[in-house]
């Protein structure tokens, strides 16, 4: 690829395949390259989309709250303005071979299966229990086919809304996990050195260490109470830290991965976040705890009954009856609200004589005074010799009280930091931080890729964002594969003629395609990627003179206009 562009830089095969896949971040990708995590969370922290944030009334007056209240704002504006959105359609289908030989000559197959169930990854019983295929939708195709899952900036989040269908933002677990740190960090003031993001094979999320702890969990945010109280939310919250390994943290200070060497998180930092973590997933045992537990393992309700005082004697209820009358009550067993439910309760489902089969449990037994797990359950088994008999209950209620997570080991921690640590300030201003971060390309290879990741292709080379247009876009190819030249050509031209990127950032194929505007440039770039794949033999040059950009294949020409200020360019694609 020949052309005249702002920055030019000699990439070896591994390098070009990192920094294309800048633009793309699939989740293969990111498992591939641990530095395109991070360089999200700073092209998110660099765009405007986030500061526009500031201008919400919902935020006013923030910097008056606690950490943790304004995190909750944060999520309550990402709740109402985004959606989760994990479909087959949005960025198309690839397919494992097509994708294991663009990695094949750098990484072994067998670790690329543990980067992707997909490909062979079977963490989390729970999806292969349901057929993970089925469960994505993926049954109806080849067992080759895969979803090509892109990693959405702030500005692709956001152009959704022009997506038929959609009204308002939406992307995938990772997006909204690299949104989350960003708008923490600019509309909360969280501090970097604070958030730490976790990548598994099927899910991502963030460790926030504010208060005693904060998980944020796609859209959803979960406290350290929430994560116990037996909920369906906090159950879906805690799958990934119970079942998966955790592959990936990365961090302001570097990152850790679960495969490769060559760790450059700060040692520290990241004893700093497993001991944080090991707190908020460790709690002592009471009453609460333990009707929670039942809450969320109901196959062990038929062990127990509540005893409760009412009207001078004691009543009981079997432990699934009761837990029926909290479906449409704000009241729950468990807490302090726990005595109005009971009022809520029919007479004809409470007895004056305890069920002998079962084990009566009240909030006053002395069996409830807080205490850790082990001495819970030696006093238990010895009140209740069938409770030791069930060594699952044990082996499950162990996992509800302390979840053990899968970290990547210390191990490849070793020693001072390798990289050039993220030392931004909350307080900067935008313009501070992209100033700060353009003075810091040469020594963090982070700080160099969020330019790449967040479009700045007035400071960036060509060649890899090129590579990604004309390689990775299979929607532009399906959406225009059975159309002429001239019929994709009249279908673009009568696009809006603006990019969802402001300045000189550019847009993909795929996100004119799905979002169904563009600048001329970004026009121009999709008919090529797709001229390309069907296989012409004539070259494909592209000339971008100001407002006017000509793209050639052969005899063919096609001319569109842009907004955007480059100039003097000439590209054979």
């Not at 198309?92 to 997909?118: C, H, M, P």
């Not at 001495?375 to 209620?397: C, T, V, Y």
């Not at 096609?558 to 694609?573: A, C, E, H, P, R």
Request: charge should be negative; hydrophobic fraction near 35%.
């Amino acid at each position: 690829m020949k052309k005249s562009a702002p920055r030019s830089l000699a990439f070896n095969e591994r390098e070009l395949e990192k920094y294309s896949s800048a633009f793309t971040l699939s989740d293969m990708e990111i498992f591939l390259f641990p530095e395109l995590l991070y360089s999200l969370v700073l092209a998110n922290i660099m765009s405007p989309e986030i500061w526009k944030w500031m201008e919400d009334p919902w935020f006013r007056g923030i910097g008056k709250l606690n950490s943790v209240r304004r995190i909750h704002r944060v999520k309550q504006y990402i709740m109402d303005h985004y959606s989760f959105n994990l479909d087959l359609e949005t960025w198309g289908l690839t397919d494992k071979e097509k994708e294991l030989a663009r990695f094949r000559s750098f990484v072994d197959e067998k670790i690329l299966a543990g980067s992707n169930a997909l490909f062979g990854y079977e963490g989390d019983r729970y999806y292969f229990d349901l057929d993970i295929r089925r469960h994505f939708g993926l049954d109806t195709y080849d067992a080759d086919i895969i979803p090509y899952w892109k990693t959405e900036t702030a500005e692709a989040m956001n152009a959704f809304r022009y997506k038929p269908g959609y009204e308002q933002g939406a992307g995938e677990c990772v997006s909204l996990a690299c949104l989350y740190a960003a708008a923490l960090f600019v509309v909360a003031g969280i501090p970097l050195e604070d958030i730490y993001l976790m990548g598994t094979p099927l899910h991502s999320q963030n460790f926030i260490l504010s208060g005693d702890g904060v998980i944020t969990n796609n859209r959803r945010i979960v406290t350290r109470q929430m994560w116990y109280n037996g909920t369906e939310l906090s159950s879906l919250a805690r799958r990934a830290l119970e079942h998966e390994q955790v592959t990936l943290v990365a961090h302001c200070s570097g990152w850790v991965h679960s495969v490769f060497p060559g760790a450059t998180i700060d040692p520290s930092s990241y004893e700093r976040f497993k001991r944080s973590l090991h707190d908020f997933l460790e709690t002592r045992v009471d009453y609460e705890i333990f009707i929670n537990f039942l809450r969320n393992f109901s196959r062990y309700r038929s062990y127990f009954q509540i005893g409760f005082p009412c009207h001078g004697n004691e009543k009981y209820i079997r432990m699934e009856k009761a837990f029926g009358y909290e479906h449409g009550s704000k009241n729950r067993l468990g807490d302090k609200t726990a005595r109005r439910l009971f009022c809520e309760m029919d007479e004809e489902d409470l007895t004056v004589n305890p069920d002998p089969e079962r084990i009566i449990i009240r909030a006053e037994d002395e069996l409830f005074s807080i205490k850790k797990y082990d001495a819970f359950m030696q006093e238990l088994e010895e009140m209740h010799p069938a409770i030791a008999r069930n060594e699952s209950f044990g082996k499950d209620f162990r996992s509800f009280v302390h979840t053990v997570p899968r970290l990547p080991s210390s191990d490849a921690v070793i020693g001072p930091a390798t990289g050039k640590g993220i030392c931004l300030h909350t307080g900067m201003s935008r313009e501070e931080i992209r100033e700060y971060l353009s003075g810091l390309r040469h020594d963090s290879v982070v700080a160099d890729l969020a330019f790449y990741t967040g479009r700045y292709m007035d400071q960036c080379d060509w060649n890899p964002f090129l590579k990604a247009c004309m390689e990775r876009n299979p929607v532009s190819q399906k959406v225009f594969r059975q159309l002429s030249s001239e019929e994709i050509y009249e279908i673009l031209k009568k696009y809006p003629n603006v990019s969802i990127y402001d300045g000189n950032r550019l847009a993909l194929p795929d996100e004119v395609v799905n979002y169904g505007r563009g600048d001329g440039i970004e026009k121009a770039l999709t008919l090529a990627g797709i001229l390309k794949a069907v296989g012409g033999s004539d070259s494909i040059n592209l000339k971008i003179d100001k407002q006017e950009v000509i793209l050639r294949m052969g005899r063919q020409r096609f001319i569109f206009s842009s907004g955007k200020n480059y100039q003097d360019m000439d590209i054979t694609l």
